[in-house]
């Protein structure tokens, strides 16, 4: 079954404590991006990749890093978390990033403490 | 830069009506738009997507079109029921050489039995 899966699906940690959000997809998408999705300010981009080895900023990367050293996968790292990175988190990817749709894994909650 | 907006940020309808959701964007240099559904606590399920050059797509009961002079699109449901009841999201991608993706706060619907 083609997916994005995402682990783990829940998370409560205290702060500074280094965390690391996987996600693997199955469809050979070159393009993955990560989001996080707060109340009443929606969706928000965090990075995305082209590529392997290609990653770039979206619109909130403060506070995240990335890496992209295979296609099929793309981890968020979380360093140092703060309470204000208590959010849910999505991971999503697509064939190509401008044509076609992107497919979004079943998210993570986070809570940082 | 670019914002996206949906309007009503909720909706209630009785089963079987004919409903209309909006979306719009303060940047008609759209590459695409794409309309998401998002059940509560869940990942988004992409619904339909419209390539800049095309005025409308139709899925089943969907049916979403584009005037991207004006800055708009629509979300047409028809007979809804009440397993259309979710969060529905609008997002676009600004230009080819863009892999951002903004994101709508979302209309959330509740169908009534």
């Known amino acids: 079954e083609a997916q994005v899966t995402q682990n783990p699906r829940y998370l409560i940690t205290v702060t500074g404590k280094k965390l690391t959000v996987t996600c693997s997809q199955n469809m050979n998408h070159e393009y993955m991006s990560w989001y996080r999705q707060d109340p009443g300010l929606g969706l928000r981009q965090i990075y995305y990749?082209?590529?392997?080895?290609?990653?770039d900023k979206g619109d909130v990367p403060e506070g995240y890093k990335v890496s992209r050293k295979e296609k099929r996968n793309f981890p968020l790292i979380l360093e140092s978390p703060s309470p204000n990175q208590t959010s849910l988190y999505f991971c999503?990817?697509?064939?190509?990033?401008?044509?076609?749709?992107?497919?979004f894994g079943p998210g993570t909650r986070l809570t940082v403490t | 830069k670019q914002e996206v907006t949906q309007i009503p940020a909720a909706l209630s309808v009785p089963e079987g009506e004919n409903l209309v959701l909006n979306c719009s964007f303060t940047?008609?240099?759209?590459?695409?738009l794409q309309w998401f559904r998002q059940d509560p606590g869940k990942g988004l399920t992409s619904l339909l997507l419209?390539?800049?050059?095309?005025r409308e797509q139709t899925s089943g009961r969907l049916n979403a079109s584009l005037d991207k002079s004006s800055g708009r699109s629509t979300l047409y449901i028809a007979a809804s029921q009440p397993g259309d009841s979710a969060t529905y999201l609008c997002?676009?991608?600004?230009?080819?050489?863009?892999?951002?993706?903004?994101f709508g706060k979302g209309t959330k619907l509740s169908v009534i039995p």
């Open positions: 999503a990817s697509s064939p190509r990033a401008s044509l076609y749709e992107q497919y």
């Open positions: 419209i390539q800049s050059s095309q």
């Open positions: 997002a676009v991608r600004s230009g080819a050489g863009s892999y951002q993706l903004t």
């Open positions: 940047d008609s240099a759209i590459y695409n």
């Open positions: 990749s082209m590529n392997v080895e290609v990653t």
